[in-house]
């Protein structure tokens, strides 16, 4: 499909009762067909198909999340969120006639193990019976976007959501700041009895999926579903506690140094973004000239890198300032009909809007440049755990490139860089411990649940201080992270994933192209492989394997001035 820019882009909802009848057809004609080429030119045709529907899918959501007030586009979301879940389901009996083929082989050489075993998983994962619930989940995660998207207050004269407090938390003035997390933690105490509301059907609901696929718990169904087929929550938790031995501990280091740069006497929330007490690096320029100096950037960082963003550029795939209804956080998706990218975020005026340009860049890149090379665009992304480590290392190949952004302050740049990437590691793990317990245990009372996050701030944020906000202090901060509600489980994956990350960009500096060659060799695999292959096949350590956190944090020690 051609198209000039995103905005041009025509949306036409697709028949999908239409495509569940062609579906049907391509079944059974899967079932008779004489020969391997007839089952893969059947399969090729429903996956044109199924490329086309979710195009249309990706536009509407784009839009929707650009303007949660905009009726036509809810609707339109709605619409899917009904038909989706049956189009699922038919795809799981799809896999299941083609594993039951007598050409598997043939099927495994054009598509590799992977594509298979996922299609075995599958039939765990898809069953009639959840039909009405993953229309409800579906549901409730747009009631959460739009309950976040459209809290808002005064603050300082202007009316301003929880994205444009953010840029306030990083004044020079401590009064500001201070006023401006009181009115953060407000604006959340304000919405917490709809969103507790929302997470407590959003618990119930997803342990009923689990129970009726019958899985012991939704973690273990989770787990599935998210592609983790080589390792287990025990695994997960043996990261976690490398995380705590080895990372708290270097954290508490760099607050108590930003503590006594800031000259204050107790780093409270507040403070904790402001890392230079004259003031944080910020990027000059507009958003249109901030793309200017990317796209210089990514021309001279490689050839490929070059293609990649002018194709960006040319064809406007980009929503990334912030406005009233508009979706909070940032996110990279894909046109499958275009092999297009697309990045949604919402600039602030701080050094995050270059951290889009990069790190949903990376994501980006790594989609545009797969899609050339894997046999199915359901390949294009790997799994999260694996994808983050194309974000979070493009981050890190940017570092050289950074003056054009920041100026004299470049140096600033990359070292609270560094230190925020170190920084929120113990941050995400908090998080899945917490959705872990959230799904272990019972915790209807939304004070107990926010006891439980006071707990797991006092295990891996040590230093967190609130200045007495009654409800940020008793553990109401969990709420602000959109990853529990829209994305259950997936936040672990950017830990584990910053540490290959920091594998990568110690090896960039000892062999700066043979770490590209590697970090290329990533991007191109997709989702071809299972987790564990890909990081051999990339070149990088294992971060479940004893010791790997700790070799890796070690050797950035000297860069944060700790060694």
């Known amino acids: 499909m051609s198209f000039t820019t995103f905005s041009e882009l025509e949306y036409v909802r697709p028949d999908l009762d239409a495509a569940l009848e062609e579906g049907q057809k391509v079944i059974e004609g899967l079932k008779n067909a004489p020969d391997f080429e007839t089952q893969l030119a059947l399969y090729k045709a429903y996956e044109e198909n199924e490329c086309h529907w979710f195009t249309m899918q990706t536009v509407a959501s784009i839009r ?9 586009y809810e609707e339109e979301m709605k619409y899917f969120n009904s038909k989706v879940p049956s189009l699922m389901l038919q795809n799981k009996e799809i896999g299941e006639v083609i594993l039951e083929s007598p050409w598997r082989a043939e099927w495994e050489a054009a598509y590799g193990k992977l594509y298979l075993q996922g299609m075995e998983i599958n039939k765990k994962l898809q069953s009639p019976a959840i039909l009405e619930d993953s229309v409800a989940d579906s549901n409730l995660r747009m009631a ?9 207050t005064e603050f300082r004269g202007e009316t301003v959501n929880f994205y444009g407090l953010l840029k306030h938390m990083q004044s020079l003035d401590r009064e500001e700041r201070r006023e401006a997390m009181i009115a953060w933690g407000d604006l959340y105490e304000k919405v917490s009895g709809e969103l507790d509301a929302i997470y407590d059907q ?23 579903e998210r ?6 929550a025990a695994d997960v938790e043996k990261f976690r506690e490398q995380v705590r031995e080895v990372i708290v501990p270097v954290c508490q280091k760099l607050r108590d140094e930003q503590k006594k740069r800031l000259g204050i006497d107790t780093l409270n929330y507040y403070d904790e973004s402001l890392i230079f007490p004259d003031g944080n690096p910020t990027p000059h320029g507009t958003k249109d000239e901030m793309v200017k100096i990317a796209q210089e950037m990514y021309r001279d960082m490689s050839k490929e890198t070059g293609v990649f963003f002018d194709f960006m550029v040319e064809h406007d795939l980009f929503d990334l300032e912030t406005r009233p209804g508009k979706r909070g956080g940032g996110y990279c998706t894909f046109l499958p009909d275009m092999k297009a990218p697309f990045i949604f ?8 809007d270059v951290d889009v340009l990069t790190h949903e860049a990376g994501h980006a890149f790594a989609a545009f440049t797969a899609a050339k090379e894997v046999p199915s665009m359901n390949q294009v992304f790997s799994t999260s755990e694996i994808a983050e480590i194309h974000s979070m290392t493009m981050e890190h190949w940017a570092y050289p490139y950074m003056d054009g952004f920041f100026g004299d302050k470049a140096d600033d740049y990359r070292y609270s860089h560094l230190m925020d990437a170190i920084m929120v590691i113990p941050y995400m793990c908090a998080v899945d411990e917490f959705q872990h317990r959230m799904f272990e245990g019972e915790f ?30 008793e553990g109401g901060f969990w709420m602000q992270k959109q990853h529990i509600f829209l994305f259950p489980f997936y936040y672990i994956d950017y830990a584990l994933a910053q540490i290959c990350a920091f594998n990568y960009y110690g090896m960039s500096k000892e062999e700066h192209d043979a770490t590209w060659a590697d970090y ?3 991007c191109r695999c997709g989702g071809k492989f299972g987790y564990f292959d ?3 096949y990339a070149n990088l350590s294992n971060p479940f394997e004893e010791g790997t956190v700790k070799k890796i944090i070690e050797s950035l020690l000297p860069e944060l001035k700790l060694a």
């Open 227 to 232: 592609g983790r087929y080589d390792y287990t």
């Open 520 to 522: 290329m060799r990533l």
């Open 144 to 152: 959460y976007s739009k309950a976040a998207a459209v809290a808002s």
């Open 64 to 72: 929707n999340t650009g303007n949660t007030d905009d009726a036509f």
């Open 345 to 352: 975020s919402n600039f602030n005026g701080t050094s995050a």
């Open 534 to 536: 890909t990081l051999k």
């Open 202 to 224: 959003m618990i119930e609901l997803r342990k009923g999926i689990a129970k009726k696929l019958g899985f012991d718990s939704f973690i273990d169904y989770i787990y599935l």
């Open 444 to 473: 209807k009372d939304a004070k107990a649940r926010r006891a439980i996050w006071h707990e797991l701030e006092q295990t891996y944020m040590p230093w967190r201080q609130y200045d007495g906000h009654e409800f940020l202090a």
